[in-house]
């Protein structure tokens, strides 16, 4: 059993910032479930050309009251996982939809939440299951966020700040709503802080469990490949001094077949998932066991209004199972959301490009300023003698650090390929789900331009508020009582570039509120 306290030290600060973003991240999630019930309640429903299949049951006494609280959290593609919770995979475009999270909300909604079945349908319960997974889950993806970078950066203000802003994420109505970008976020933040602890099989799980809720964790795979490498370079390096040749010959050997093996496995721990969901679409659908007359009427009916495609053994294969890698999930993106190289780039689009400008912006800006930092260093990929130093020659301990460089190419990676080969206003939510880089930039730029935040005894926050008497102020304040909060009350002192950045998070946060849980078009 891994024990967080461990991994971060025994260090009293690490457990003081952590009950801090605890607090912030649990107050964020509440603010969010209200206003995102008002705005729902206050705004018309948009009526949008997506995915909406009927109901499977008749309302029953709660139904009403869960659908007004939290019906804007099951609008968009969230009506695609609920719908893969209640009923499976119906439909051939359900495919695009990683199984793991629809799972999870489904084994919460039948077991923890199954006293409410007199009460709440599948779909009520389903809703239930949303709120409660998806806060439960942001507030492990923020502790986890938090013990990551306090490993890579070893700077315990740039951790605490990154933490904090990730509670303001642009993406906040993804990890609110019946998304699995909140789970996804949370098995790879955790697998990558085990990773970096040394615990390299935990991290070979978590990261395999994030393949299976979002088919970019095969990208992850890459941090399996990167890190054992430098380790085991690092340690032949060690082991070249002051030994003989063939005693350095086995040292040799012995690190590449435990490189190799080890990579090897954690490796297919990872690519398993999509191999294994691939496969069973391929059987589902190109050796199929069932007929158009076992399909419930209902959905069939809509399946022939939409021309979605259902599994039947008297129709023609389909095309895609003729291809020598039967790969579906790259049929469907391909055919039924038009998603391939360059084929985003519209005038139409220019709209959803500025949308997704400024966490481009800050990715870009990131891997500018950290390659200037040290190019030597970024041209040997990280793998030189030495990493990044400062003028006394110690190891750089901030946003410069020498681990941050895996971080900055993996952010580029997602970058490069989202804004190229995908719907580009999905950018947001895509990297701010998958790259601590956007946190750890937006806070390096705060830290550098904000004096309130340099200064050490303005870092003593979480603690008892004398000041205050007890009741709910005191209790609110304790919640919310923060370096990034007292950065939005002195908000007139604030230098233009952290306006631009908290203004960034901010209004993205509160506008996909709105938007989204509304059927108008966001990110």
Known sequence: MVNCSNMLGSD??????????????????????????????????????????????????????VELLLGGLGHWDAEHFLFIAERGYLYEHNFAFFPLFPLVIRSVAATLLWPLSSFLTVRGRLLLA???????????????????SRVVLQDRKLALVSGLLYCLTPANVFMLAGYSETLFAALTFGGLWLLESGFMFGACLLLGLATGARA??????????????????????????????????RHYTFLAL????????????????????????????????????????????????????????????????????????????????????????QLKQIPNFLLALPIATLSVTASYIYIRANPRFCLRLGLGQ??????????????????????????????????????VQVLTRFLASSS????????????????????????SYGQRLDNFKQGFAHFLLMYINNPVTQLLIHWRTCSSSTRCILGYFISYWLIGLALHCNFLPWT
């Open 12 to 65: 009293s600060h690490a457990k003081l910032d952590m009950r801090i973003i605890v607090r912030f991240a649990a107050f964020t999630r509440v603010l969010s479930l209200f206003l995102q019930a008002v705005l729902n309640a206050a705004i018309p429903d948009h009526i949008a050309d997506a995915f909406s299949p009927p109901r499977a049951e008749d309302p029953l006494l709660l139904d009403y009251g």
């Open 130 to 148: 949303v709120a409660s997974v998806n806060s439960t889950l942001f507030v492990l993806s923020t502790v986890a966020l938090y013990g990551l």
């Open 258 to 345: 435990r490189f190799l093996l080890t990579s090897l496995l954690c490796i297919t721990v990872v690519v398993l998932p999509f191999c294994l969901f691939q496969f069973y679409g391929y059987y589902t659908f190109c050796t199929p066991s069932v007929t158009q007359e076992q399909v419930s009427p209902v959905l069939l009916k809509l399946a022939k209004e939409k021309g979605y495609k259902v599994p039947d053994e008297t129709a023609p294969i389909p095309s895609w199972c003729l291809k020598p890698i039967p790969v579906l999930y790259s049929y469907i993106q391909d055919v039924y959301w038009d998603v391939g190289f360059l084929r985003y780039f």
């Open 216 to 249: 970019n964790g095969l990208v992850n795979a890459g941090f399996l490949l990167y890190l054992p490498l430098q380790q085991s370079l690092a340690q032949a390096r060690v082991l070249s001094k002051g030994s003989t040749w063939h005693r350095r010959y």
């Open 436 to 459: 601590p880089v956007i946190y750890w930039i937006s806070s390096h730029f705060l830290l550098s331009s904000e004096p309130l935040l340099r200064e050490n005894k303005k870092f």
């Open 386 to 423: 030495s990493g990044i130093k400062e003028k006394e020659g110690k190891p750089r301990t901030d946003f410069y650090n020498s681990k941050v460089f895996v971080y900055i190419a993996h952010c580029s990676v997602l970058l490069v390929f989202g804004t190229f080969c995908m719907h």
